[in-house]
């Protein structure tokens, strides 16, 4: 707590991060069976890898490993969307990125929620991606106006967890108590719910539509589709997965295994079968919808302008290559193309560093009894030392693959349309955070701090 008695924001949202993790494990019992074939996993890693365990307690991520998730949600309405920004501005989250995913045949477009300073994530990493369905982007203009008339009479979120939103927007924070019901009230917006507000005459109008304009428009809020935990080796996950009951997706989003990771790689079990009540429905009647899946991440480290330019080079050079939608029958000649076309990306941190492709984070290692005349000279000296900055954001090729993965690849629509951030801007109630921005500060406070504790100037 701090000096008023206010409850800090990042402890707000860990107790969030943990209490959504709770209740996504009772919903879905296969999300913790996954959690445990992830710590494992990181075990195993470290036990066999003691270099990376270092690194990761160098840079403090090893104390945030086991609490690393990412949450997922989809909502309807420029309303839903700006209230959920003051939501996760209660713990400190920011809108970091604008990803459209139209592009990719998936009818939304982004941001991710999070922490955008390093002290802050390390003590809660939670992430939120959230979509907002454009609903300019359905065809059919009756079925347009019905998705809108449904969004317009919903509310997604409790009275009391908007009183609790506009006391801490008032008075700027909340005590003990306050917090604890914050939390409670927040996972409301968040709980999956056995009934659709719609028929199921309607429902299966959206669904031709875009599955996942169904899945936004057909219920009562944005259920978290997907909570994500970090692993370490998403390689030794993906093939694990089937000895624990959990069926893969067939090809990992990302980039190729690699000695050093880059950004991000994600993979996930296919998404579950649900039995639904629709509108209408009499006592007993079901049907059933498909949304919620269990997705694995590994994070690498965050590539500057010019490193996310050559991965974004040759990821297209990759996917044009295979000439089709990565899919089970391709799997394995995807995955060879990738690491042939990879191996033009350096694969050691120092050469990562050279060229300026990634950031990293500075460290003095002991304070030395020798003068240096640049931080270049300290470095080669071992006096100063850099790990990978790790990447905290995401990929819109590979959300729109998870997407498409759990929705069916007949689920691929072509949209003739084109980024709209200033709309997503106006939703919002504010601009996105460039995260390449957030990278570079981080990287330059660590080298501020190295050239003061060694009396250099940058």
């Known amino acids: 707590m701090n000096a008023v008695g206010f409850v800090s924001s990042d402890t707000l949202r860990a107790n969030f991060s943990r209490a959504m993790s709770d209740m996504y494990k009772a919903e879905v019992p296969l999300y913790g069976t996954l959690m445990e074939l992830v710590a494992d996993t990181n075990q195993q890693v470290m036990a066999q890898s003691p270099e990376i ?21 989809r909502v309807g309405t420029a309303e839903e969307l700006a209230t959920l920004r003051r939501l996760f501005a209660v713990m400190g989250m920011e809108p970091v990125g604008y990803y459209d995913l139209s592009s990719a045949g998936v009818p939304v477009h982004s941001t991710a929620f999070r922490a955008v300073h390093e002290a802050s994530l390390q003590v809660s990493p939670f992430r939120v991606f959230t979509s907002l369905l454009r609903l300019e982007l359905i065809e059919d203009p009756a079925l347009r106006d019905f998705a809108s008339s449904v969004l317009a009479k919903r509310n ?33 917006t968040f709980r999956w719910h ?12 959206l669904n031709a539509q875009h599955r996942l304009i169904a899945d936004v428009v057909a219920f009562r809020g944005p259920h978290i589709n997907h909570l994500t935990p970090r692993t370490l080796d998403i390689d030794h996950v993906q093939a694990d997965m089937p ?50 899946f269990g997705e694995i991440e590994q994070r690498g480290v965050a590539l500057t302008t ?33 690491e042939k076309v990879f191996a033009a990306f350096p694969d050691s941190y120092p050469e990562l560093r050279q060229q300026e492709l990634a950031y990293f984070r500075y460290f003095v290692n002991q304070t030395p009894e020798q003068d240096f005349d640049s931080l270049e000279q300290a470095i080669r000296a071992g006096a100063v030392s850099f790990e990978p900055l790790v990447y905290e954001d995401f990929l819109p090729v590979s959300a729109a693959g998870i997407f498409q993965s759990n929705l069916g690849d007949s ?23 460039d995260e390449l921005k957030l990278y570079a500060d981080t990287q330059q406070r660590s080298l501020q701090e190295c050239a003061r504790v060694l009396r250099l100037s940058l």
């Open 53 to 73: 365990a270092s690194s990761l307690a160098q840079t403090g991520e090893l104390q945030r490993l086991d609490m690393e998730r990412h949450g997922a949600i």
């Open 156 to 188: 997604i979120f409790t009275p009391r967890a908007l009183e609790l939103i506009e006391q801490h927007e008032r008075d700027g924070g909340l005590n003990p108590q306050h917090a604890d019901e914050f939390v409670q009230q927040a996972l409301e």
């Open 194 to 205: 056995h009934t659709a507000t719609v028929t199921l005459e309607e429902y299966q109008q």
């Open 243 to 292: 000895k624990r009951g959990i069926p893969p997706k067939a090809v990992i989003e990302g980039p190729p295994r690699r000695q050093c990771p880059i950004l991000l790689r994600q993979t996930s079990f296919k998404a579950l079968d649900e039995k639904i009540t629709f509108k209408g429905q009499a006592a007993g009647e079901f049907g059933s919808h498909s949304a919620r």
């Open 306 to 338: 010019k490193g996310r330019a050559l991965y974004d080079e040759l990821l297209n050079q990759a996917r044009e290559e295979l000439g089709a939608f990565p899919n089970e029958a391709n799997a394995a000649q995807y995955v060879a193309i990738l």
């Open 411 to 433: 689920a691929r629509s072509h949209y003739e349309t084109h980024s709209n951030k200033h709309e997503f801007h106006k939703a919002l109630g504010r601009e996105t955070i």
